[in-house]
């Protein structure tokens, strides 16, 4: 491997450890954790199987915990029933915790709704009646295509409830993408709303349906399920559409729980890969509800008075996780927000931390830098003029967050008092992998810090071999772990060869770089395609991207590489700036102020080659930065690959300049 550029040289700060946290937290300084994850070394199965039994109502008693003998298609606790609703619902109901607030929505307009654990549990199971009535059950398959709303957390229970497994498909996709996921999983059900609502606009959901439903295949659709949201005009077929509230009307608030195997599958999300086509990640239901359950509880040092968001929806599986999963078997008071961060302003986020006392606030680096951006543009939505004193945990998900970014949500939002746990994991993961106890773990801006006790993670180069610290390779995790994808549905080969490629003799591959440092700590470099190659050194896009951002006019960067006949590839920048993309002259002028500033901050090898400026960079509707478009642009060839997840495709059309 060759010379790895040492950067991050930005931010060299230790935060941490937080005495104050650490004095009240579940996990409680280094030695805690050191002691849990030696447990988990030595002793993997009985490691589990404690937490198993102590963390999960089981209606039938596992006696295996792992079997390996068909690697790497892995079972856990393969011969333990259990019911996952039942598992983060009716448990509190018999713990006294029947009263508590489960959830509190709000609605784009501010409108606020809370249900309590008993109301959301007889929500769900008139639902989970309706379903059933209406025929369906174990073994089915849903899609749901539903606004951020109580319902959409509910159906997704009741499919839990009844083992229909269900596979959320992200209210910004389109109807071919909805299309093509409906047949892949094979769904005899779809729920959907008549409309969502965002940033003041209604968003059509059920004629994308309709028209999803029309193209090849969308026939073995034999029900829409319809949640009346927005009451806005609809096309109807009585013989296939159905009002939500019309068949839970009637419908008895209890519901006998159809207990399942432990991996049975709860749910199947689709994720891109590197290829076109979307990937089904099929999860389990005892594992994955496990390990969602103790991430919640020792990442985000779980609570009872806990007021708990995750701003992230539903459609992707930090929505799973931390919301409708984790977040309820642990028992948490959370937040459901249908709206957007900067609608009716920029101060949204911070305006409802104030109004419902949120005490654990987790969100997006690319939420966090765009507030940032907003503040500076109009600092009366800057989050010093809120009450943020409720708050005590911050944390971050989605892509590595720079420096700078998490020294700002440090500073301004938790006002240097709370720790921010950045969590590196994946939907194939199910949860939280890399991440700090946040009562223990020393933090640096910018790592992921340290593998969650029971994971074995580590860098290696392409034939599996450990690296060094301060070397970049490849981020894989050695030993199974219980909430690990189970396959890619469908697809046996593309589950084996994506993820156990032969060369890595059974380690599971993520497909980001990574490196860690002489303390042990991850710093992702990136997805396995960003690391660019630049007269033999191996660069992170991602640490060109933040030095960039740490220079006082840059709002947010996206590197990319070009092939070059002499160095191999060169750095590509796309770069927005706080103020508005500038050309000519002036361009030019900062293109070179910014490529002294990444000498300086990086190393000048990794100065930017190409400059271009745009006024908003291409993104997917999850927000993250699509930099194979931006390597198409790069070159200067036609944009010919696929578009269709991408939020605005005219967005590439800005950055012809080349400074
Ligand atoms: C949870 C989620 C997974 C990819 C992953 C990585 C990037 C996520 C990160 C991070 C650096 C973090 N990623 N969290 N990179 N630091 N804290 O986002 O799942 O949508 O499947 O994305 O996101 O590249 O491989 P998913």
């Known amino acids: 491997m060759s010379s790895t550029i040492n950067t991050m040289l930005v931010e060299e700060r230790v935060f941490g450890p937080f005495d104050e946290f ?138 839990a409830r009844l083992g229909l497994t269900h596979s959320v498909v992200f209210g910004g996709f389109s109807a071919r993408s909805l299309h093509q996921r409906v047949v892949d999983v094979g769904a005899r059900l779809v729920f959907t709303a008549d409309a969502q609502l965002r940033g003041g606009r209604q968003i ?91 991430t919640t509880n020792w990442v985000f040092d779980a609570k009872p008075d806990d007021i708990f968001w995750c701003t992230a929806d539903v459609g992707w599986v930090t929505g799973h996780t931390y919301i409708t999963y984790g977040s309820l078997a642990a028992g948490l008071t959370q937040i459901v927000f249908e709206g957007i961060p900067t609608y009716p302003n920029a101060g949204r986020f911070w305006e409802m931390i104030q109004r419902h006392k949120v005490t654990i606030f987790y969100t997006a680096p690319t939420a966090i830098r765009s507030l940032i951006k907003a503040s500076e543009q109009n600092p009366d939505h800057h989050p010093r003029h809120y009450d943020l004193s409720s708050l005590r945990l911050l944390g971050s998900v989605g892509e590595p967050i720079n420096p700078e970014a998490w020294v700002w949500y440090f500073e301004n939002v938790g006002r240097s008092r709370c720790p921010v746990v950045d969590t590196w994991w994946q939907t194939e993961t199910g949860g939280h992998i890399l991440a700090p106890l946040p009562g223990a773990t020393p933090l640096k801006p910018g790592s992921c810090t340290l593998p969650l006790p029971g994971v074995d993670a580590a860098v290696v180069d392409e034939s599996g071999n450990e690296l060094p610290p301060g070397a970049g390779g490849l981020l894989v995790i050695r030993r199974p ?87 191999g590839e060169a750095v590509v920048a796309f770069i927005m700036l706080k103020q508005a993309a500038p050309t000519g002259e002036e361009a030019q002028k900062i293109a070179n102020q910014l490529r002294d500033w990444v000498a300086q901050q990086v190393g000048p090898i990794a100065k930017p080659r190409d400059i271009r400026f745009g006024n908003s960079l291409p993104k997917t509707r999850s927000g993250k930065i699509m930099r194979r478009l931006l390597r198409l642009v790069a070159e200067g060839r036609d944009i010919d690959q696929d578009t269709s997840t991408l939020e605005n495709p005219d967005v590439l059309k800005q950055f012809s300049g080349v400074y």
């Open 22 to 159: 650490a004095a009240n937290a579940r996990i409680s300084g280094m030695e805690q954790y050191r002691a849990l994850a030696d447990e988990a070394n030595q002793d993997p199965e009985g490691f589990w199987r404690r937490m198993a039994e102590s963390e999960l109502v089981w209606h039938k008693p596992f006696t295996k915990v792992l079997d390996e003998s068909n690697a790497p298609f892995y079972t856990w606790f393969e011969d333990g029933e259990l019911n996952v609703s039942e598992n983060c619902l009716d448990v509190h109901l018999q713990n006294g915790n029947a009263d508590k607030v489960a959830l509190i929505f709000e609605a784009d307009d501010g409108k606020v709704e809370t249900v309590t654990y008993r109301q959301l549990h007889a929500r769900v199971c008139r639902i989970a009646n309706g379903i059933r009535a209406m025929g369906y059950g174990k073994g089915d398959r849903a899609i749901l295509y539903l606004p951020m709303s109580i319902e959409a957390v509910a159906i997704m229970q009741a499919c």
């Open 204 to 294: 059509p959901l059920k004629s994308a349906v309709d028209e999803a439903l029309s193209y090849e295949g969308g026939d073995i659709v034999e029900k829409i399920v319809v949640y009346k949201r927005a009451g806005s005009d609809i096309t109807w077929n009585d013989d296939r559409d159905v009002w939500l509230h019309d068949i839970e009307e009637g419908q008895p608030e209890e519901c006998t729980p159809e207990y399942v195997g432990a991996e049975h599958p709860l749910f199947v999300l689709y994720t891109s890969g590197s290829t076109g086509k979307p990937k089904g990640v099929q999860h389990s239901s005892g594992g994955y509800l496990l390990w969602a359950k103790l």
């Open 481 to 567: 772990w219980p909430s690990m994808i189970r396959a890619v549905w469908g697809d046996e080969n593309r589950y084996k060869t994506s993820y156990f490629p032969s060369e890595l003799k059974g380690m599971y591959l993520a497909g980001d770089n990574a490196q860690r440092d002489e303390d042990g700590y991850f710093w992702i470099l990136g997805r396995t395609d960003d690391v660019l190659s630049v007269s033999g050194h191996r660069l992170g896009g991602t640490e060109i991207e933040s030095a960039l951002v740490a220079h006082e006019l840059v709002a947010e960067a996206a590197i990319v590489g070009r092939p070059d006949a002499t160095t």
